[in-house]
């Protein structure tokens, strides 16, 4: 099993719409957990830190399920600019993030 | 501020050549990081430096790879006898400092490419 999953998807949702990611982890010391976005032929960009009370900002919120080891990143009234892939990390250790292999979005006009 | 910047942004090379990659982190970081991003996957981590600790090599896929990180700035990443499949895009982030919670700043990679 891997240490970090994600649907690869892609997903392929209309503008406006409600969109939610999941992402599961393996270790269950793991303390910081991240959503990053990267486009195409980009590097990855931080989208948001995942807190462990769950944190939002503006259309986008993210979630901690410790018991169950997941986080989730929801995407509010999408943007055709939302269009991208979403990488999670989580750390592996005290120094290093391990990274899923990322949910490709696609928001449809 | 400046970023963090990557050189060559691409680089072709033929099998069985030697390459150098290099990256600059942004001025101050202490952390720096490389990964490795195989077309339509994730990041996987190669080797992490920390001040003038020693590095965390435990990434590093062969004896192939190495990494220097000199005068605790710039950072070259060194391939020997490429293979096809380090064929990938090689990722360089810093951070400010080793906590866990700190955000890591990437590159704009170096596309490799071994014929």
């Known amino acids: 099993r891997k240490e970090v999953e994600q649907d690869p998807g892609p997903f392929n949702v209309p503008e406006g719409a409600t969109v939610a990611f999941n992402c599961t982890y393996s270790?269950?010391?793991?303390?910081?957990f991240f959503w990053y976005r990267q486009d195409c032929r980009k590097e990855p960009k931080l989208l948001m830190s995942?807190?462990?009370s769950g944190n939002e900002d503006g259309r986008f919120t993210a979630q901690l399920n410790r018991a169950s080891q997941y986080i989730s990143l929801l995407i509010r009234d999408s943007k055709l600019s939302d269009s991208a892939t979403y990488l999670c990390?989580?750390?592996?250790?005290?120094?290093?993030?391990?990274f899923g292999s990322g949910t490709q979005l696609t928001v449809l006009p | 501020g400046a970023g963090v910047s990557q050189s060559p942004s691409n680089k072709v090379t033929e099998k069985g050549k030697d390459v150098e990659l290099r990256c600059d982190p942004i001025?101050?970081?202490?952390?720096l990081y490389w990964y490795r991003q195989s077309l339509g996957q994730g990041l996987e981590f190669l080797i992490y430096?920390?001040?003038?600790?020693?590095?965390?090599k435990s990434g590093l896929p062969s004896d192939r790879f190495s990494a220097e990180r000199t005068g605790g700035s710039v950072s070259t990443l060194t391939i020997q006898r490429t293979q096809q499949e380090d064929s990938a895009v090689y990722l360089c982030?810093?951070?400010?400092?080793?906590?866990?919670?700190?955000?890591?700043?990437f590159g704009p990679g170096t596309r490799l490419t071994v014929l």
């Open positions: 982030a810093s951070s400010v400092g080793t906590s866990r919670y700190n955000e890591q700043f």
């Open positions: 270790n269950s010391a793991s303390q910081s």
């Open positions: 995942v807190y462990s």
């Open positions: 990390a989580v750390d592996g250790s005290a120094r290093q993030l391990t």
């Open positions: 001025s101050g970081h202490t952390a």
């Open positions: 430096f920390q001040g003038n600790s020693a590095p965390d």
